[in-house]
């Protein structure tokens, strides 16, 4: 005792619960909790210190890779199974009058003219604006995937950002390449909606002379439809949110698809193609990236 003694902290009370004696000033931290703060310190130094290793600062742990596993047969199969009943879809829209029926809807026949088609909300907001949001996403994506070899906690994700950017523009490259060369015309253009192009199909013989329509598939629709991407991700990494992944593709295309056949710029087959192409596009950049096993497990 006499060598604590001799210690002014332990004299001052931090060592010891004793209370001063009467007459004296209360020390700081002599009512104990000064000797927890010590002894809570003490163990978060200790913590911090290791076997054969100095102490000293807090070391950061790396960022794990995101794990990916190769797709399955199965999922392969029932997402092979998407793009082909999309596409049926497509073929009976316009096959069956459908396109055409709904274009009618829209059409005002008494002005001879589509109301929807120069409106601020569907031209500047949903079509200009919304193109350049999409554009945007893009930039953003490159931006990240960049920065993924200067910032060490992205590096992880530079595979995935790189897959995400190359399936998403993709689809839409396709959807540009096709509208260059197809002679299927937009609906304002047709002689049925007060234009002056024949209704072509899209197994119907080309008119003699007649020069592409740059109408199909659904150019701005492909833009929405064209961030699949994460989703065939999530699918590979084995994510249980990987189906809240198609709720933006989806959501997004949807509203394009909607605001361009409301404005007579395209009837549906237009975009459900485009959503096909988009899809399938995704799918084989995903079999490119992550690869395909013969093991069966549901997505």
Known sequence: ???????????????????????????VGSDGHGAHRAQAAGRMMRAD??????????QTSRVPPLQTSPLTTYQLVVSLLVAVAVTLLAIASEY????????????????GSWPYRSLFLTSTVLHTWGR??????????????????????????????????????????IVSLLKSTTHIYTPWSLAQF?????????????????LPGHAFPGGHASGGFAWFGPYFLLLAAGS????????????????????????????????????????????????VFFGRQTSQSKP
């Open 240 to 287: 249980r949110y990987r189906r809240l992944a198609l709720l933006f593709p989806l959501l997004l295309g949807g509203l394009f698809a909607a605001t361009q056949e409301l404005r007579g710029a395209h009837f549906l087959s237009h975009d459900l193609i485009a959503l096909a192409i988009c899809w399938t596009a995704a799918l084989c950049w995903a079999l």
């Open 1 to 27: 005792m006499a060598l604590i003694n001799d210690i002014p902290l332990a004299r001052e009370g931090f060592l010891s619960h004793q209370r001063p004696a009467p007459g004296l000033p209360r020390a």
């Open 194 to 210: 007060g234009g002056t192009m024949p209704y072509v199909r899209l197994f119907d013989s080309a008119p003699p002379g007649s």
């Open 96 to 111: 069956s009058g459908l396109d055409l029926y709904l274009g009618g809807l829209v059409y005002d026949n008494v002005s």
């Open 132 to 173: 350049y949001f999409v554009v945007l996403l893009g930039l953003s994506g490159v931006v990240l995937l960049l920065a993924g070899y200067r910032v060490r906690t992205l590096a992880p994700y530079r595979k995935a950002l790189l897959f995400v950017l190359v399936a998403g523009v993709t689809g839409p490259a």
């Open 49 to 58: 210190e290791s076997p054969g290793r100095p102490a000293g600062p807090l």
